[in-house]
């Protein structure tokens, strides 16, 4: 079968660093999304991973290892405005993203 | 970039209602078009498939009679969810994937709150 495997929900703290792992397992591999959505909205895409290694953009980062399943994105500076659910979403054999239920991020003052 | 434009963000409507929620991609044709629901707290759910000038593929458990869904050129999808019922209220949102070169993504639309009273 095919699923994908988040923490539920992560608390950090304004300017800190958080990393939300991602695990995950599907019929056939092409990349890894990452979304951030804020409650009510649809999913803003961040960043995309189809080979090994680390994704740099900005403050976000990701990072994928595809002998392991496994993907982890990085907050740097963290910001208020960062507290929303983060989605990982592998693409399938027919590029179909499969999705999770995201972590919840709270970010605290 | 790509944008997909949907309408409306939200709507309120009566039980047994129908209502259409469109999905238009404004600067790129959308040849397919993703329609998921997400209830709150849970992960987004697709429940079907649009291609340009065909029908569509819906997943299991998901009623086509109800959940309409048409594809009639390359910028517009359309859903429409026949005789609702306050448990169809859900956000609905349309998805369209392209591709530029050897990257390929997805584009959202902004979201329907569609609620059943």
């Known amino acids: 079968g095919q699923n994908i495997d988040q923490p539920t929900e992560m608390t950090a703290t304004e300017g800190a660093i958080v990393q939300i792992n991602c695990t995950y397992q599907?019929?056939?591999?092409?990349?890894l999304f990452w979304y951030q959505q804020h409650a009510g909205e649809a999913p803003t895409f961040l960043s995309y991973?189809?080979l090994d290694g680390l994704e740099e953009k900005g403050r976000f980062s990701s990072f994928l290892s595809r002998s392991k399943g496994y993907s982890y994105l990085l907050l740097k500076e963290l910001q208020m405005k960062d507290s929303a659910s983060y989605l990982c979403?592998?693409?399938?054999?027919?590029?179909?993203?499969?999705w999770g239920a995201g972590t919840k991020l709270i970010i605290k003052p | 970039g790509a944008v997909v434009s949907q309408h409306p963000s939200w709507v309120i409507c009566k039980s047994g209602t129908s209502v259409k929620i469109e999905c238009r991609s404004l600067?790129?044709?959308?040849?397919?078009m993703f329609w998921y629901r997400q209830f709150p707290k849970q992960s987004l759910m697709l429940m079907a498939t649009?291609?340009?000038?065909?029908?569509?593929?819906?997943e299991q458990g998901v009623e086509k009679d109800k959940f309409l869904i048409n594809h009639a050129s390359l910028t517009l999808s359309t859903l429409t969810v026949t005789s609702a019922h306050p448990e169809d209220s859900s956000f609905y949102i349309c998805?369209?994937?392209?591709?530029?070169?050897?990257?390929?993504?997805?584009?959202f639309g902004s979201g329907t709150r569609l609620t059943v009273v």
């Open positions: 998805s369209a994937p392209r591709s530029e070169g050897h990257i390929y993504g997805y584009t």
């Open positions: 600067d790129f044709q959308a040849t397919t």
């Open positions: 649009s291609n340009e000038g065909s029908k569509a593929t819906y």
């Open positions: 599907t019929s056939g591999f092409n990349g």
């Open positions: 991973n189809v």
């Open positions: 979403a592998p693409s399938d054999s027919n590029y179909q993203l499969i």
